[in-house]
């Protein structure tokens, strides 16, 4: 009675929906990603001996290395989703510019992401590898940037939105809530954003950011991306 309680329970079913997208995995696998990076410079940084750390950095290194196979073809997606922006109709100007950019900064990161994978994964050395990424990086750090920049200005919009609202009204008050519930979801997204800015920031030398700060900062973005496809397979 009990077991049939846990495995026909709504949570099990919605973790099922949850693992059954190639997302909702690799969302899972960052964060965990992520927090052993964070974690290894830590546990370094307080003179751990390496057996400690260990553990840890091939934590990293290797569900790092499963991430980038789950992400193959995934640049076809964000080519689409370029062209599919670019012909918007009545899309404001501003946000159809970056969602332009965005896309087609994902696509150049994941391209050029894909190619290096067999030189990461030690199955045939390319000695371009380094170079490839570090182009890879750049064309994520231009998407996230034109996804942080459309943050700010739909945030922006959102405010003279909300100024032309008679709260005091019934349509008002529901407009408000809509708003409130906008502006969260943007918020949310902009944080995700300047947090995942500091992993092609550093990479790039951009910014002197340790592996500490570099760990933590995405492990947050991958708490965000968890959470936010957790609600969505709910």
Request: glycine share 8%.
């Given at each position: ?137 750049k064309f994520w750090f231009t998407g996230l ?49 300047l947090c995942d800015l500091t992993v092609p ?34």
């Open positions: 009675m009990v077991a049939d309680a846990v495995i026909y329970h709504p949570t099990v079913a919605h973790y099922l929906r949850f693992v059954a997208t190639t997302v909702g995995r690799d969302k899972l696998l960052r964060t965990i990603q992520y927090f052993s990076r964070f974690y290894a410079w830590y546990l370094f940084r307080t003179n751990n001996p390496t057996r400690v750390i260990a553990p840890f950095e091939a934590i990293k290194k290797q569900f790092g290395l499963s991430r980038k196979v789950m992400r193959l073809g995934k640049n076809v997606e964000h080519f689409k989703a370029a062209a599919v922006a670019a012909d918007a109709k009545g899309m404001d100007p501003v946000l159809k510019y970056c969602a332009v950019g965005r896309q087609l900064g994902y696509a150049g990161y994941l391209t050029l992401d894909a190619v290096t994978y067999l030189d990461a994964a030690g199955i045939r050395p390319l000695a371009s590898a380094k170079r490839l990424q570090k182009e890879a990086y940037v034109f996804n942080a920049v459309a943050g700010v200005y739909t945030l922006w919009l959102l405010r003279l939105r909300e100024q032309g609202i008679d709260k005091k009204e019934g349509e008002g008050a529901v407009e408000s809530k809509k708003l409130e519930r906008e502006r969260a979801t943007t918020n949310l997204q902009l944080v995700s954003d920031s550093a990479a790039l030398g951009y910014a002197n950011l340790d592996d500490g700060i570099v760990g933590l900062a995405g492990t947050v973005s991958s708490l965000i991306g968890l959470y936010t496809t957790w609600k969505k397979t709910a």
